[in-house]
Protein backbone atom coordinates (compact mmCIF):
# COMPACT_ATOMS: atom_id res chain seq x y z
CA UNK A 1 0.00 0.00 0.00
CA UNK A 2 1.72 3.17 -1.06
CA UNK A 3 0.87 6.01 1.41
CA UNK A 4 3.65 8.92 2.48
CA UNK A 5 4.32 8.42 5.84
CA UNK A 6 1.82 10.98 7.30
CA UNK A 7 -0.99 9.06 5.47
CA UNK A 8 0.92 5.64 6.80
CA UNK A 9 0.63 6.90 10.56
CA UNK A 10 -2.70 8.26 10.59
CA UNK A 11 -3.99 5.47 8.84
CA UNK A 12 -1.96 3.21 11.47
CA UNK A 13 -3.56 4.93 14.75
CA UNK A 14 -6.75 5.13 13.50
CA UNK A 15 -6.09 0.90 13.92
CA UNK A 16 -5.58 0.99 17.30
CA UNK A 17 -7.60 -0.55 20.24
CA UNK A 18 -6.78 -1.06 24.10
CA UNK A 19 -8.80 -3.49 25.95
CA UNK A 20 -9.37 -3.73 29.31
CA UNK A 21 -12.13 -6.05 31.50
CA UNK A 22 -13.67 -7.75 27.72
CA UNK A 23 -14.06 -3.72 26.95
CA UNK A 24 -12.54 -2.69 23.30
CA UNK A 25 -11.73 1.09 22.97
CA UNK A 26 -10.38 2.93 20.46
CA UNK A 27 -6.68 4.08 21.67
CA UNK A 28 -6.00 7.29 19.44
CA UNK A 29 -9.59 8.75 19.71
CA UNK A 30 -9.16 12.25 17.91
CA UNK A 31 -5.67 14.63 17.24
CA UNK A 32 -5.00 17.67 18.43
CA UNK A 33 -3.58 20.31 16.01
CA UNK A 34 -2.38 23.46 14.64
CA UNK A 35 -0.53 23.66 11.70
CA UNK A 36 2.49 25.37 10.56
CA UNK A 37 5.34 24.88 7.43
CA UNK A 38 6.66 21.86 9.51
CA UNK A 39 3.56 19.64 9.44
CA UNK A 40 0.96 21.34 7.44
CA UNK A 41 1.71 19.47 4.16
CA UNK A 42 2.41 15.95 5.69
CA UNK A 43 0.34 15.60 8.93
CA UNK A 44 -2.05 17.97 7.84
CA UNK A 45 -3.12 16.46 4.52
CA UNK A 46 -2.79 13.16 5.77
CA UNK A 47 -5.62 14.27 8.10
CA UNK A 48 -7.29 15.93 5.42
CA UNK A 49 -7.48 12.37 3.30
CA UNK A 50 -8.22 10.47 6.02
CA UNK A 51 -11.34 12.25 6.77
CA UNK A 52 -13.10 12.71 10.13
CA UNK A 53 -14.64 8.54 9.99
CA UNK A 54 -10.91 7.83 9.94
CA UNK A 55 -9.19 10.27 12.43
CA UNK A 56 -11.53 13.47 13.85
CA UNK A 57 -9.27 16.58 14.27
CA UNK A 58 -9.94 18.97 17.19
CA UNK A 59 -8.25 22.38 16.20
CA UNK A 60 -6.39 24.18 18.76
CA UNK A 61 -5.07 27.77 20.15
CA UNK A 62 -2.00 27.26 21.78
CA UNK A 63 0.38 23.86 22.01
CA UNK A 64 0.72 23.67 25.62
CA UNK A 65 -2.66 23.86 25.70
CA UNK A 66 -3.71 21.24 23.63
CA UNK A 67 -1.78 18.22 25.35
CA UNK A 68 -3.66 19.73 28.82
CA UNK A 69 -7.06 18.76 27.18
CA UNK A 70 -5.19 15.41 26.11
CA UNK A 71 -4.11 14.44 29.21
CA UNK A 72 -7.75 15.93 30.50
CA UNK A 73 -9.32 13.41 28.41
CA UNK A 74 -7.38 10.33 29.12
CA UNK A 75 -7.34 11.30 32.81
CA UNK A 76 -11.09 10.91 32.33
CA UNK A 77 -10.86 7.58 30.29
CA UNK A 78 -8.86 5.90 32.84
CA UNK A 79 -6.05 6.00 30.39
CA UNK A 80 -8.09 3.41 28.10
CA UNK A 81 -8.21 6.00 25.22
CA UNK A 82 -6.25 9.28 24.57
CA UNK A 83 -5.16 11.71 22.21
CA UNK A 84 -2.56 13.08 19.57
CA UNK A 85 -0.98 16.22 18.97
CA UNK A 86 0.57 17.46 16.30
CA UNK A 87 2.63 20.69 16.17
CA UNK A 88 4.90 22.71 13.38
CA UNK A 89 8.68 22.63 14.25
CA UNK A 90 10.29 25.61 16.30
CA UNK A 91 8.34 27.11 18.56
CA UNK A 92 5.13 24.96 18.37
CA UNK A 93 7.02 21.84 18.81
CA UNK A 94 9.29 23.53 22.38
CA UNK A 95 5.28 24.84 23.59
CA UNK A 96 4.66 21.52 23.44
CA UNK A 97 7.21 20.50 26.72
CA UNK A 98 5.11 21.88 29.72
CA UNK A 99 2.23 19.57 28.84
CA UNK A 100 4.49 16.44 28.06
CA UNK A 101 6.50 17.19 31.58
CA UNK A 102 2.50 16.94 33.37
CA UNK A 103 1.28 13.98 31.14
CA UNK A 104 4.54 12.16 32.10
CA UNK A 105 4.76 12.95 36.06
CA UNK A 106 1.13 12.22 36.32
CA UNK A 107 1.28 8.94 34.05
CA UNK A 108 -1.00 9.56 31.74
CA UNK A 109 -1.03 8.94 27.71
CA UNK A 110 -0.61 11.54 25.27
CA UNK A 111 0.92 10.83 21.83
CA UNK A 112 2.89 13.96 20.60
CA UNK A 113 4.01 14.35 16.90
CA UNK A 114 5.76 17.67 16.51
CA UNK A 115 7.46 18.59 13.00
CA UNK A 116 11.41 18.27 12.87
CA UNK A 117 13.57 19.80 10.91
CA UNK A 118 14.77 18.16 7.19
CA UNK A 119 16.23 14.90 7.14
CA UNK A 120 18.22 15.33 4.60
CA UNK A 121 19.72 18.90 4.67
CA UNK A 122 18.83 20.35 1.44
CA UNK A 123 19.13 23.67 3.00
CA UNK A 124 20.75 24.44 6.28
CA UNK A 125 19.70 25.58 8.57
CA UNK A 126 15.77 26.04 7.74
CA UNK A 127 13.47 28.30 9.15
CA UNK A 128 13.17 28.05 13.15
CA UNK A 129 16.11 25.39 12.74
CA UNK A 130 18.06 25.70 16.06
CA UNK A 131 22.20 25.40 15.18
CA UNK A 132 24.04 22.97 17.32
CA UNK A 133 27.71 23.37 16.48
CA UNK A 134 29.10 20.09 18.33
CA UNK A 135 25.71 17.75 16.92
CA UNK A 136 24.25 17.96 13.84
CA UNK A 137 21.82 15.65 14.48
CA UNK A 138 19.87 18.01 17.33
CA UNK A 139 17.03 19.63 16.95
CA UNK A 140 14.63 21.53 19.38
CA UNK A 141 12.60 18.59 19.84
CA UNK A 142 15.13 16.75 21.90
CA UNK A 143 13.97 19.07 24.69
CA UNK A 144 11.48 16.97 24.83
CA UNK A 145 13.35 13.68 25.80
CA UNK A 146 13.51 13.95 29.10
CA UNK A 147 10.01 14.92 29.75
CA UNK A 148 8.89 11.85 27.36
CA UNK A 149 8.20 8.38 28.63
CA UNK A 150 9.32 7.45 25.04
CA UNK A 151 11.26 9.69 22.40
CA UNK A 152 11.72 8.50 18.86
CA UNK A 153 12.69 10.66 14.94
CA UNK A 154 11.21 8.95 12.36
CA UNK A 155 14.68 9.78 9.84
CA UNK A 156 13.24 7.17 7.54
CA UNK A 157 10.12 5.89 6.24
CA UNK A 158 10.91 2.35 6.84
CA UNK A 159 11.77 3.15 10.35
CA UNK A 160 7.70 4.03 11.35
CA UNK A 161 7.08 0.27 11.71
CA UNK A 162 8.98 -0.60 14.68
CA UNK A 163 8.60 3.08 16.26
CA UNK A 164 4.78 2.79 15.55
CA UNK A 165 4.62 -0.06 17.55
CA UNK A 166 6.89 0.83 20.13
CA UNK A 167 4.86 4.32 21.03
CA UNK A 168 1.51 2.07 21.43
CA UNK A 169 3.11 -0.27 23.62
CA UNK A 170 4.42 2.71 26.29
CA UNK A 171 1.03 4.52 25.79
CA UNK A 172 -0.43 1.03 26.81
CA UNK A 173 1.74 0.13 29.71
CA UNK A 174 0.23 1.02 33.08
CA UNK A 175 3.81 1.35 34.68
CA UNK A 176 5.20 3.47 31.71
CA UNK A 177 2.55 5.32 30.54
CA UNK A 178 2.83 9.20 29.59
CA UNK A 179 4.32 11.48 26.67
CA UNK A 180 5.18 9.70 23.57
CA UNK A 181 7.39 11.53 21.30
CA UNK A 182 7.60 10.52 17.45
CA UNK A 183 9.24 13.48 16.09
CA UNK A 184 8.67 13.91 12.16
CA UNK A 185 10.99 15.53 9.81
CA UNK A 186 9.06 17.74 7.43
CA UNK A 187 10.68 16.27 4.56
CA UNK A 188 9.83 12.41 5.85
CA UNK A 189 6.53 13.28 6.63
CA UNK A 190 5.63 13.57 2.73
CA UNK A 191 7.97 11.19 1.76
CA UNK A 192 6.14 7.68 0.32
CA UNK A 193 6.74 3.95 0.60
CA UNK A 194 5.46 1.11 0.25
CA UNK A 195 4.02 -0.21 2.93
CA UNK A 196 2.79 -4.21 4.36
CA UNK A 197 -0.73 -4.03 4.60
CA UNK A 198 -0.61 -6.15 7.80
CA UNK A 199 0.79 -3.08 8.96
CA UNK A 200 -2.90 -1.29 9.38
CA UNK A 201 -4.43 -4.19 10.55
CA UNK A 202 -6.69 -3.81 13.33
CA UNK A 203 -4.80 -4.44 16.55
CA UNK A 204 -5.94 -4.49 20.52
CA UNK A 205 -3.54 -3.87 23.17
CA UNK A 206 -4.40 -5.47 26.50
CA UNK A 207 -3.93 -3.59 29.36
CA UNK A 208 -2.24 -5.66 32.38
CA UNK A 209 -3.20 -5.78 35.18
CA UNK A 210 0.06 -8.01 37.10
CA UNK A 211 -1.00 -10.33 40.64
CA UNK A 212 0.78 -10.06 43.24
CA UNK A 213 4.14 -11.95 43.60
CA UNK A 214 2.94 -14.80 46.57
CA UNK A 215 6.17 -14.16 48.90
CA UNK A 216 5.19 -10.26 48.62
CA UNK A 217 1.68 -11.03 49.47
CA UNK A 218 2.10 -13.41 52.67
CA UNK A 219 4.77 -10.74 53.77
CA UNK A 220 2.29 -7.83 53.13
CA UNK A 221 -0.60 -9.91 54.50
CA UNK A 222 1.36 -10.33 57.90
CA UNK A 223 1.94 -6.61 58.50
CA UNK A 224 -1.09 -5.72 57.81
CA UNK A 225 -2.25 -8.50 60.63
CA UNK A 226 0.41 -7.09 63.31
CA UNK A 227 -0.59 -3.66 62.81
CA UNK A 228 -2.26 -1.85 65.71
CA UNK A 229 -2.98 1.40 63.97
CA UNK A 230 -3.09 0.88 60.03
CA UNK A 231 -4.02 3.50 57.70
CA UNK A 232 -4.08 3.13 53.77
CA UNK A 233 -3.20 6.18 51.65
CA UNK A 234 -4.97 5.78 48.26
CA UNK A 235 -3.03 7.86 45.50
CA UNK A 236 -4.13 7.76 41.42
CA UNK A 237 -3.55 4.04 41.18
CA UNK A 238 -6.69 3.21 42.38
CA UNK A 239 -8.55 5.54 39.72
CA UNK A 240 -6.10 4.18 36.65
CA UNK A 241 -6.83 0.50 38.01
CA UNK A 242 -10.64 0.93 38.50
CA UNK A 243 -10.01 -0.32 41.73
CA UNK A 244 -12.68 1.60 43.67
CA UNK A 245 -15.25 -1.22 44.32
CA UNK A 246 -11.93 -3.41 45.87
CA UNK A 247 -10.45 -0.84 48.03
CA UNK A 248 -14.20 -0.10 49.09
CA UNK A 249 -14.79 -4.20 49.88
CA UNK A 250 -11.17 -4.46 51.94
CA UNK A 251 -12.29 -1.23 54.28
CA UNK A 252 -15.31 -2.43 55.06
CA UNK A 253 -14.18 -6.09 55.89
CA UNK A 254 -10.72 -4.80 57.86
CA UNK A 255 -11.92 -1.72 59.23
CA UNK A 256 -9.10 0.49 58.00
CA UNK A 257 -9.21 3.96 57.53
CA UNK A 258 -8.41 5.82 53.75
CA UNK A 259 -6.62 9.00 53.73
CA UNK A 260 -6.03 9.85 49.71
CA UNK A 261 -3.83 11.97 48.07
CA UNK A 262 -4.25 15.02 45.66
CA UNK A 263 -4.76 11.92 43.26
CA UNK A 264 -6.38 9.84 45.25
CA UNK A 265 -9.04 11.60 46.49
CA UNK A 266 -12.53 10.26 45.32
CA UNK A 267 -11.25 6.51 45.95
CA UNK A 268 -14.10 6.80 48.23
CA UNK A 269 -17.03 8.97 48.36
CA UNK A 270 -16.90 11.41 51.43
CA UNK A 271 -19.33 10.09 53.43
CA UNK A 272 -18.26 6.39 53.94
CA UNK A 273 -17.01 5.85 57.29
CA UNK A 274 -13.58 4.83 56.32
CA UNK A 275 -13.03 7.85 54.38
CA UNK A 276 -10.97 10.44 56.41
CA UNK A 277 -9.81 12.85 53.67
CA UNK A 278 -6.91 14.08 52.12
CA UNK A 279 -3.30 13.52 53.82
CA UNK A 280 -0.41 15.62 54.06
CA UNK A 281 0.16 19.63 53.76
CA UNK A 282 -3.27 20.34 52.04
CA UNK A 283 -4.91 17.36 54.06
CA UNK A 284 -7.59 16.82 57.12
CA UNK A 285 -6.93 17.28 60.84
CA UNK A 286 -8.35 13.59 60.93
CA UNK A 287 -6.23 11.96 58.40
CA UNK A 288 -3.03 13.59 59.33
CA UNK A 289 -3.38 13.12 63.05
CA UNK A 290 -4.03 9.52 62.01
CA UNK A 291 -0.85 9.25 59.96
CA UNK A 292 1.50 10.76 62.78
CA UNK A 293 -0.04 7.55 64.90
CA UNK A 294 0.06 5.00 62.33
CA UNK A 295 2.13 1.64 62.83
CA UNK A 296 1.78 0.13 58.98
CA UNK A 297 0.89 2.62 56.26
CA UNK A 298 -0.57 0.79 53.23
CA UNK A 299 -0.04 2.70 50.24
CA UNK A 300 -1.87 1.91 47.22
CA UNK A 301 -0.78 3.69 43.83
CA UNK A 302 1.42 6.84 45.36
CA UNK A 303 4.32 7.91 45.06
CA UNK A 304 5.05 9.45 48.39
CA UNK A 305 5.20 13.16 47.00
CA UNK A 306 6.77 16.09 49.49
CA UNK A 307 2.75 17.45 49.87
CA UNK A 308 1.89 13.86 51.02
CA UNK A 309 4.49 13.05 53.60
CA UNK A 310 4.74 16.67 54.58
CA UNK A 311 8.36 16.59 53.96
CA UNK A 312 9.02 14.01 55.30
CA UNK A 313 7.51 14.61 58.74
CA UNK A 314 4.58 13.20 58.98
CA UNK A 315 4.73 9.68 59.52
CA UNK A 316 5.82 10.05 62.98
CA UNK A 317 5.23 6.76 64.94
CA UNK A 318 8.58 5.72 65.99
CA UNK A 319 8.40 1.85 64.19
CA UNK A 320 6.50 2.80 61.75
CA UNK A 321 6.55 0.69 58.51
CA UNK A 322 4.92 0.74 54.85
CA UNK A 323 3.10 -1.66 52.58
CA UNK A 324 3.72 -0.51 49.05
CA UNK A 325 1.34 -1.57 46.84
CA UNK A 326 2.14 -0.14 42.96
CA UNK A 327 2.36 -1.62 39.75
CA UNK A 328 5.81 0.30 39.55
CA UNK A 329 9.00 -0.75 41.24
CA UNK A 330 10.06 2.40 41.46
CA UNK A 331 7.07 3.81 43.40
CA UNK A 332 6.58 0.47 45.26
CA UNK A 333 10.40 0.13 47.08
CA UNK A 334 10.00 3.79 48.19
CA UNK A 335 10.45 4.25 52.06
CA UNK A 336 12.05 1.16 52.54
CA UNK A 337 8.75 -0.36 51.87
CA UNK A 338 7.48 -4.09 51.84
CA UNK A 339 7.03 -4.04 48.17
CA UNK A 340 3.36 -5.10 47.07
CA UNK A 341 4.02 -5.44 43.03
CA UNK A 342 0.44 -5.75 41.31
CA UNK A 343 -2.00 -3.86 39.55
CA UNK A 344 -3.85 -1.52 42.75
CA UNK A 345 -7.17 -3.29 42.38
CA UNK A 346 -5.75 -6.79 41.52
CA UNK A 347 -3.59 -6.31 44.93
CA UNK A 348 -6.48 -4.80 46.84
CA UNK A 349 -8.38 -8.09 45.72
CA UNK A 350 -5.80 -9.66 46.67
CA UNK A 351 -5.69 -8.27 50.13
CA UNK A 352 -9.13 -8.79 50.88
CA UNK A 353 -9.03 -12.83 50.36
CA UNK A 354 -5.36 -12.60 52.46
CA UNK A 355 -6.78 -10.86 55.39
CA UNK A 356 -10.17 -12.55 56.04
CA UNK A 357 -11.42 -12.28 59.01
CA UNK A 358 -9.15 -9.15 60.05
CA UNK A 359 -10.66 -5.88 61.63
CA UNK A 360 -8.78 -3.46 63.18
CA UNK A 361 -10.12 -2.39 67.44
CA UNK A 362 -13.22 -1.18 67.33
CA UNK A 363 -11.95 1.32 69.51
CA UNK A 364 -9.75 2.53 66.44
CA UNK A 365 -12.82 2.98 64.47
CA UNK A 366 -14.95 4.87 67.04
CA UNK A 367 -11.53 7.03 67.45
CA UNK A 368 -11.63 7.75 63.89
CA UNK A 369 -15.35 8.15 63.31
CA UNK A 370 -15.51 11.07 66.08
CA UNK A 371 -12.39 12.99 64.03
CA UNK A 372 -14.06 12.48 61.14
CA UNK A 373 -17.60 14.27 62.12
CA UNK A 374 -15.51 16.96 63.55
CA UNK A 375 -13.84 17.69 60.40
CA UNK A 376 -17.37 17.69 58.77
CA UNK A 377 -18.32 20.63 61.40
CA UNK A 378 -15.08 22.12 60.73
CA UNK A 379 -16.23 22.28 56.59
CA UNK A 380 -19.70 23.53 57.64
CA UNK A 381 -18.25 26.37 59.01
CA UNK A 382 -16.08 27.26 56.51
CA UNK A 383 -19.16 26.93 54.16
CA UNK A 384 -21.60 28.94 55.61
CA UNK A 385 -22.77 31.62 54.57
CA UNK A 386 -24.53 34.09 56.75
CA UNK A 387 -27.42 36.86 56.41
CA UNK A 388 -24.54 39.39 56.05
CA UNK A 389 -22.42 37.56 53.85
CA UNK A 390 -25.44 37.15 51.65
CA UNK A 391 -24.71 41.11 50.55
CA UNK A 392 -20.71 40.49 50.48
CA UNK A 393 -18.07 39.46 48.14
CA UNK A 394 -18.16 35.76 48.23
CA UNK A 395 -14.79 33.89 50.35
CA UNK A 396 -13.11 30.94 48.46
CA UNK A 397 -14.22 28.56 51.03
CA UNK A 398 -17.86 30.27 50.27
CA UNK A 399 -17.49 29.42 46.49
CA UNK A 400 -16.94 25.83 47.20
CA UNK A 401 -19.65 25.78 49.30
CA UNK A 402 -21.90 27.35 46.92
CA UNK A 403 -20.91 24.96 44.59
CA UNK A 404 -20.99 21.96 47.30
CA UNK A 405 -24.99 22.85 47.48
CA UNK A 406 -25.40 22.88 43.97
CA UNK A 407 -23.56 19.43 42.12
CA UNK A 408 -24.48 15.72 42.10
CA UNK A 409 -22.46 13.25 41.75
CA UNK A 410 -22.15 13.75 37.79
CA UNK A 411 -20.54 16.97 38.10
CA UNK A 412 -16.69 17.29 37.67
CA UNK A 413 -14.41 19.52 39.17
CA UNK A 414 -11.39 20.61 37.85
CA UNK A 415 -7.90 22.47 39.15
CA UNK A 416 -4.07 22.79 38.98
CA UNK A 417 -2.74 25.85 40.98
CA UNK A 418 -2.76 28.29 43.21
CA UNK A 419 -4.54 28.16 46.38
CA UNK A 420 -7.74 26.38 45.48
CA UNK A 421 -5.81 22.99 45.66
CA UNK A 422 -5.51 23.46 48.89
CA UNK A 423 -8.96 24.26 49.63
CA UNK A 424 -10.35 21.59 47.43
CA UNK A 425 -8.17 18.74 49.86
CA UNK A 426 -9.11 19.77 52.68
CA UNK A 427 -13.18 20.78 52.41
CA UNK A 428 -14.62 18.93 49.26
CA UNK A 429 -17.02 16.53 49.42
CA UNK A 430 -16.31 14.21 46.77
CA UNK A 431 -19.63 12.35 45.33
CA UNK A 432 -18.37 10.18 42.59
CA UNK A 433 -14.70 8.59 41.87
CA UNK A 434 -14.60 11.04 39.49
CA UNK A 435 -15.42 14.47 40.51
CA UNK A 436 -12.60 15.59 41.91
CA UNK A 437 -9.96 16.21 38.95
CA UNK A 438 -6.80 18.41 40.42
CA UNK A 439 -3.68 17.88 38.70
CA UNK A 440 -1.46 18.03 41.22
CA UNK A 441 1.90 16.22 40.34
CA UNK A 442 3.08 19.14 38.19
CA UNK A 443 0.29 21.77 39.21
CA UNK A 444 0.46 23.82 36.20
CA UNK A 445 -1.54 27.10 36.04
CA UNK A 446 -2.98 26.97 33.01
CA UNK A 447 -4.11 23.44 32.76
CA UNK A 448 -7.66 23.56 34.16
CA UNK A 449 -9.55 25.24 30.97
CA UNK A 450 -7.94 23.14 28.03
CA UNK A 451 -8.32 20.17 30.69
CA UNK A 452 -11.86 20.43 31.23
CA UNK A 453 -12.42 20.32 26.83
CA UNK A 454 -11.07 17.51 27.32
CA UNK A 455 -13.20 15.86 30.04
CA UNK A 456 -16.49 17.22 28.54
CA UNK A 457 -15.29 15.66 25.36
CA UNK A 458 -14.54 11.93 27.50
CA UNK A 459 -18.06 12.37 29.65
CA UNK A 460 -20.50 14.44 27.06
CA UNK A 461 -23.95 15.76 29.17
CA UNK A 462 -21.94 15.94 32.28
CA UNK A 463 -21.17 18.93 34.15
CA UNK A 464 -17.59 20.11 33.88
CA UNK A 465 -16.20 22.55 36.20
CA UNK A 466 -12.90 24.67 35.31
CA UNK A 467 -12.00 26.35 38.88
CA UNK A 468 -9.20 28.99 38.08
CA UNK A 469 -7.87 31.97 39.56
CA UNK A 470 -6.94 35.14 38.25
CA UNK A 471 -3.02 33.87 37.77
CA UNK A 472 -3.84 30.94 36.38
CA UNK A 473 -6.80 32.03 33.94
CA UNK A 474 -3.77 35.05 32.32
CA UNK A 475 -1.46 32.06 32.20
CA UNK A 476 -3.43 30.15 29.30
CA UNK A 477 -7.79 31.43 28.55
CA UNK A 478 -7.12 30.45 24.39
CA UNK A 479 -8.56 27.44 24.79
CA UNK A 480 -11.99 29.24 25.92
CA UNK A 481 -12.09 30.20 22.06
CA UNK A 482 -11.90 26.21 21.23
CA UNK A 483 -14.79 25.56 23.35
CA UNK A 484 -17.04 28.35 21.73
CA UNK A 485 -15.95 26.81 18.53
CA UNK A 486 -16.73 23.18 19.12
CA UNK A 487 -19.69 23.69 21.33
CA UNK A 488 -18.25 22.46 24.30
CA UNK A 489 -20.38 23.43 27.35
CA UNK A 490 -17.67 24.16 29.78
CA UNK A 491 -18.61 26.22 33.06
CA UNK A 492 -15.21 28.01 34.21
CA UNK A 493 -15.66 30.04 37.58
CA UNK A 494 -13.16 32.93 37.76
CA UNK A 495 -12.00 34.42 41.04
CA UNK A 496 -10.40 37.10 41.09
CA UNK A 497 -8.25 38.21 44.38
CA UNK A 498 -5.82 40.55 42.01
CA UNK A 499 -2.65 38.32 41.92
CA UNK A 500 -0.69 35.27 42.98
CA UNK A 501 -2.73 34.96 46.40
CA UNK A 502 -1.30 31.51 46.80
CA UNK A 503 2.43 32.35 46.73
CA UNK A 504 2.00 35.54 48.54
CA UNK A 505 0.47 33.61 51.80
CA UNK A 506 3.50 31.57 51.22
CA UNK A 507 6.05 34.47 51.15
CA UNK A 508 4.66 35.89 53.95
CA UNK A 509 5.23 32.61 55.72
CA UNK A 510 9.17 31.93 54.61
CA UNK A 511 10.07 35.61 55.00
CA UNK A 512 9.10 37.06 51.71
CA UNK A 513 6.81 39.46 52.46
CA UNK A 514 4.45 39.08 49.99
CA UNK A 515 6.75 40.38 47.65
CA UNK A 516 6.11 40.75 43.70
CA UNK A 517 2.59 38.74 44.30
CA UNK A 518 0.00 41.46 43.99
CA UNK A 519 -1.19 42.38 40.23
CA UNK A 520 -1.49 46.00 41.19
CA UNK A 521 0.38 49.03 40.08
CA UNK A 522 3.86 50.48 41.95
CA UNK A 523 3.61 52.46 45.10
CA UNK A 524 6.32 55.38 45.43
CA UNK A 525 8.58 53.29 46.93
CA UNK A 526 8.61 51.12 43.93
CA UNK A 527 7.26 47.67 45.45
CA UNK A 528 4.03 46.19 43.52
CA UNK A 529 1.45 48.08 46.61
CA UNK A 530 -0.58 50.44 45.01
CA UNK A 531 -4.15 50.26 43.36
CA UNK A 532 -4.83 47.18 41.63
CA UNK A 533 -4.77 46.60 38.05
CA UNK A 534 -7.81 47.86 36.05
CA UNK A 535 -8.09 44.46 34.50
CA UNK A 536 -11.13 43.09 33.46
CA UNK A 537 -11.06 39.49 33.16
CA UNK A 538 -14.88 38.68 32.72
CA UNK A 539 -14.85 41.62 29.48
CA UNK A 540 -11.87 39.32 28.04
CA UNK A 541 -13.76 36.45 28.64
CA UNK A 542 -16.84 37.48 26.55
CA UNK A 543 -14.47 39.06 24.02
CA UNK A 544 -13.34 35.11 23.12
CA UNK A 545 -17.14 34.29 23.03
CA UNK A 546 -17.80 33.11 26.35
CA UNK A 547 -21.36 33.69 27.50
CA UNK A 548 -20.29 35.76 30.91
CA UNK A 549 -22.06 36.36 34.40
CA UNK A 550 -20.79 38.92 36.96
CA UNK A 551 -21.11 38.04 40.49
CA UNK A 552 -20.68 40.87 42.40
CA UNK A 553 -22.34 39.36 45.90
CA UNK A 554 -21.99 35.98 47.61
CA UNK A 555 -26.28 35.78 46.30
CA UNK A 556 -25.17 36.99 42.78
CA UNK A 557 -22.67 33.81 42.76
CA UNK A 558 -25.37 31.52 43.96
CA UNK A 559 -27.51 32.36 41.49
CA UNK A 560 -24.79 32.21 38.51
CA UNK A 561 -23.16 29.09 39.63
CA UNK A 562 -27.11 27.90 39.28
CA UNK A 563 -27.56 29.19 35.79
CA UNK A 564 -24.27 28.23 34.60
CA UNK A 565 -24.69 24.43 35.37
CA UNK A 566 -27.91 24.68 33.03
CA UNK A 567 -26.51 26.37 30.20
CA UNK A 568 -25.52 24.84 26.89
CA UNK A 569 -22.86 26.89 25.59
CA UNK A 570 -19.75 27.82 26.99
CA UNK A 571 -20.36 29.97 30.13
CA UNK A 572 -17.69 31.89 32.26
CA UNK A 573 -19.21 32.96 36.17
CA UNK A 574 -16.66 35.83 37.19
CA UNK A 575 -16.27 37.29 41.00
CA UNK A 576 -14.14 39.06 42.87
CA UNK A 577 -13.39 37.04 46.38
CA UNK A 578 -12.86 38.71 50.02
CA UNK A 579 -9.94 37.49 52.11
CA UNK A 580 -11.82 35.69 54.91
CA UNK A 581 -11.27 35.80 58.97
CA UNK A 582 -10.11 33.56 60.67
CA UNK A 583 -13.23 32.37 61.85
CA UNK A 584 -14.73 31.59 58.70
CA UNK A 585 -12.08 30.70 56.29
CA UNK A 586 -10.82 27.31 55.34
CA UNK A 587 -8.41 25.60 57.95
CA UNK A 588 -5.26 26.46 57.61
CA UNK A 589 -2.38 23.45 56.73
CA UNK A 590 -2.50 20.55 59.22
CA UNK A 591 1.07 19.79 58.22
CA UNK A 592 4.07 21.06 56.84
CA UNK A 593 5.97 21.34 53.57
CA UNK A 594 9.24 21.98 53.22
CA UNK A 595 9.98 25.20 51.44
CA UNK A 596 13.44 26.86 52.47
CA UNK A 597 14.23 29.42 54.18
CA UNK A 598 17.30 32.21 53.73
CA UNK A 599 19.75 30.81 56.64
CA UNK A 600 20.75 34.56 57.07
CA UNK A 601 19.28 38.02 56.61
CA UNK A 602 18.30 41.29 57.85
CA UNK A 603 14.73 41.72 57.69
CA UNK A 604 13.12 40.42 61.06
CA UNK A 605 10.20 38.75 58.93
CA UNK A 606 12.79 36.44 56.90
CA UNK A 607 15.11 35.73 60.83
CA UNK A 608 11.56 34.73 61.93
CA UNK A 609 10.64 32.39 59.26
CA UNK A 610 14.13 30.82 59.85
CA UNK A 611 13.40 29.88 63.21
CA UNK A 612 10.11 28.33 62.51
CA UNK A 613 11.40 26.20 59.60
CA UNK A 614 14.70 24.52 61.81
CA UNK A 615 11.86 23.94 64.77
CA UNK A 616 9.96 22.38 61.83
CA UNK A 617 12.80 20.51 60.09
CA UNK A 618 14.58 19.21 63.01
CA UNK A 619 11.35 16.69 62.86
CA UNK A 620 12.22 15.02 59.56
CA UNK A 621 13.18 11.43 59.20
CA UNK A 622 14.76 8.72 57.01
CA UNK A 623 12.25 5.93 57.11
CA UNK A 624 14.94 3.19 56.76
Not at 213 to 229: F, I
Amino acid sequence: MRLTVAQALVRFLSRQYTERDGQRHRLIAATWGIFGHGNVAGIGQALLETGPDGMPFLQGRNEQAMVHAAVGYARQRGRLSAHAVTTSIGPGATNLVTGAALATINHLPVLLLPGDVFATRPADPVLQQLEVPYAGDVSVNDALRPVSRHFDRITRPEALVPAALQAMRVLTDPAQTGAVTLALPQDVQVEAYDWPEEFFADRTWHISAPQPDPDEWTAACAAVRAARRPLIVAGGGVHHSAGHTALRTLVEATGIPVASTQSGKGSLPFDHPADVGGVGHTGTATANGLARTADLVLGVGTRYTDFTTASATLFQDPGVRFVNLNIAGFDAHKLAALPLLADARAGLRSLTAGLQGHRVDPAYEQEYARAKARWEARVDRAYAVSAADEALPPTQAQVLGLLDALVDDTDILINAAGSLPGDLHKLWRARSADQYHVEYGYSCMGYEIPAAIGVALAAPGRPVWALVGDGTYLMNPTEMVTAVQEGVPIKVVVLDNHGYASIGGLSGAVGGEGFATGYRFRAPDGSYTGDPLPVDLAANAASLGMAVIRARTTRDLREALAEARSATRPTCVYTQTRTPDTVSGPPPAQAWWDVPVAETATRKAAAEAREEYDRQAAQRRRHL
